[in-house]
């Protein structure tokens, strides 16, 4: 029905940006929330970001001031930006989506998950 196809992850050094994208294709009515989750080792799966399709966003307090959600709606792709990049923000990242297939049936799905390694 949905896919979720990432891309963006990768190894930056602390201060640096990375941009990550989800693109979703296949056959649905809508997507209705986009965004993005991290988990780090020996962490809890995390919210990091969210936006609805009305342009409405989430931060976390972790992130907050540093990262930018955005979406395509056109394209059906979500975006984070990520500047001044910090070790603790070294995690896989899953892009995540709730999506109606058709008018009042609501999925989530999720994409396969990107690692995003802060070092120097």
């Known amino acids: 029905q949905v896919q979720l196809v990432e891309s963006g992850g990768g190894l930056v050094q602390p201060g640096g940006s990375l941009r990550l994208s989800c693109a979703a294709s296949?056959?649905?009515?809508?997507?209705?929330?986009m965004g993005w989750y991290r988990q780090a080792p020996g962490k809890l799966r995390e919210p990091v970001a969210q936006i609805t399709s009305g342009g409405t966003t989430y931060y976390a307090d972790s992130v907050k001031g540093r990262f930018t959600i955005s979406r395509d709606n056109a394209k059906n792709t979500v975006y984070l930006q990520m500047t001044s990049l910090k070790p603790d923000d070294t995690a896989v990242y899953y892009c995540a989506a709730a999506v109606s297939i058709v008018a009042g049936t609501v999925r989530n799905y999720w994409g396969q998950g990107t690692q995003v390694t802060v070092s120097s």
């Open positions: 296949g056959s649905f009515f809508s997507i209705d929330v």
